[in-house]
Structure formats: structure tokens, C-alpha cells
């Protein structure tokens, strides 16, 4: 079974330069998430979709960061304008619908702002 | 206090020890409680669920005492691969959408 996909991988931008990454869940996995995780900390919600639909945004710093999930799938979330302490790696996760915490994340994208 | 809160770290054990790792978190509504395993530069994988009763997995034993509002979770036997950071994880707010807050992590080191 595939996993959770993620691209790109890593991206550093400047300070002010705006950002995208994507996200292809489990095939079947209704929730999705997008996690921030600095380093040293665990992973941060930032978002969270039940097909295309906003569960919880209340942690997404929305001046920034947006976020969609337009056909139910794939997601995308961006963030215009980056800040420095946006250096992070960016998790995406998919779950069943009732599962709960088994969540299945993806590799992850590294953003460095400088 | 921090919602969920773990031990700091890091745990250096040789291969063959027993190591607890400790968890606290602040909401009682909680439901659901996780341990997961995040290896170096690696995504978060789930090692076990954690049930009232207490369960195991093999050389794995986890925890649950929600009247003081700690999970633990024990490791026999280490093994060099079990090096990895152990995240403590709870539902945020008693319900199925599985909105999760992770601790901080503990690290754990294994040493031949």
C-alpha cells in the first residue's frame, strides 16, 4: 500500500518569498492533517480536513498560511509571506475517517527561511 | 502546564535494558492516548495505542492512570534499533476526529 506522499522534500527561501507544498493522502483516508514540527518540539496541528471540508484551522496562523483540499484528495498549503520562524519541517497526515490517533504521516518537507 | 508533558531526556541505556518513559497531560476530557516513534530525520510512526487496562506489544508495555493523568511506557530487553524519540500523544478533546498534541519527545539512545 502506498503511503502518504509529500513534495518537495526540502525548499529554503528567503525571508518574505512565499512557499507551497502538497500532499497526497492514503487512497481511501477521508481526515488529513498538516502538522508543523520545529525542531525539538512534536509536531504542531495546523489544519485538519474531513474530505474537503475545514475540521479545525484554530492553531493555522491564517495572515500567512493558507491551506485547501479542493477535490477531497490531494492538499496543498502555502504560506506568503515566509518568516524566519517558519523554519520547520512541514508533516502531512491521513487518516480513516473514525480512526482516531492512527494517523499515517508522510516524509515531510524541510523549510528553511533565511 | 503544558498540555501533554514528557520527560526531557535523553535516556543512554546499554542493549538489554528496561526504560520507562513518563507522560502527563492536563485535559481529563482526553480519550485517547498514543505512543509514537519518531526515528532521526524521519516521520512519526504509532508504536501502540494506550488502553485503561494497560497493553502490551511485545517489549512493549504501556500505561494509563487517568485519575493523575500519566501514561507510561515501558521497554524490556533494548534493543539497538529501539534508538528512536518517543512521542507521548493524547486527543486533544475527548473525541473521535483525532485531533492530537504531542509531547515534546523523549530521546532514547541505545548503546551496544
Known amino acids: 500500500e502506498a503511503g502518504v506522499a509529500q513534495s518537495p522534500r526540502y525548499k529554503i527561501i528567503e525571508k518574505r518569498q512565499s512557499v507551497a507544498f502538497w500532499c497526497n493522502p492514503i487512497s481511501g483516508h477521508a481526515t488529513l492533517y498538516w502538522y508543523q514540527q520545529i525542531l525539538g518540539q512534536g509536531p504542531k496541528l495546523l489544519i485538519q480536513f474531513q474530505n474537503n471540508g475545514v475540521v479545525d484551522d484554530s492553531q493555522l496562523p491564517k495572515d500567512r498560511f493558507s491551506a485547501e483540499r479542493l477535490k477531497g484528495v490531494d492538499s496543498t498549503l502555502k504560506i506568503q509571506p515566509a518568516k524566519l520562524e517558519d523554519s520547520a519541517v512541514y508533516l502531512c497526515?491521513?487518516?480513516?475517517?473514525?480512526?482516531?490517533?492512527?494517523?499515517?504521516f508522510g516524509p515531510g518537507t524541510r523549510l528553511t527561511v533565511l | 502546564r503544558k498540555e501533554v508533558e514528557q520527560d526531557p531526556g535523553p535516556f543512554n541505556v546499554p542493549e538489554g535494558a528496561t526504560v520507562a518513559f513518563n507522560c502527563t497531560y492536563s485535559n481529563s476530557a482526553s480519550q485517547s492516548f498514543f505512543w509514537y516513534r519518531q526515528d532521526c530525520r524521519k516521520e512519526p510512526k504509532l508504536l501502540m495505542s494506550?488502553?485503561?487496562s494497560g497493553n502490551e506489544d511485545g517489549r512493549f508495555t504501556a500505561q494509563l492512570n487517568r485519575a493523575s493523568q500519566y501514561i507510561s511506557l515501558l521497554i524490556r530487553d533494548s534493543k539497538l534499533s529501539d534508538s528512536a524519540t518517543y512521542l507521548c500523544?493524547?486527543?486533544?478533546?475527548?473525541?473521535?476526529?483525532?485531533?492530537?498534541?504531542f509531547g515534546k519527545g523523549t530521546k532514547l539512545s541505545v548503546k551496544p
Open positions: 494506550v488502553y485503561s
Open positions: 500523544v493524547v486527543n486533544r478533546d475527548g473525541g473521535s476526529q483525532g485531533n492530537l498534541i
Open positions: 497526515a491521513s487518516s480513516l475517517m473514525t480512526s482516531g490517533g492512527k494517523q499515517f
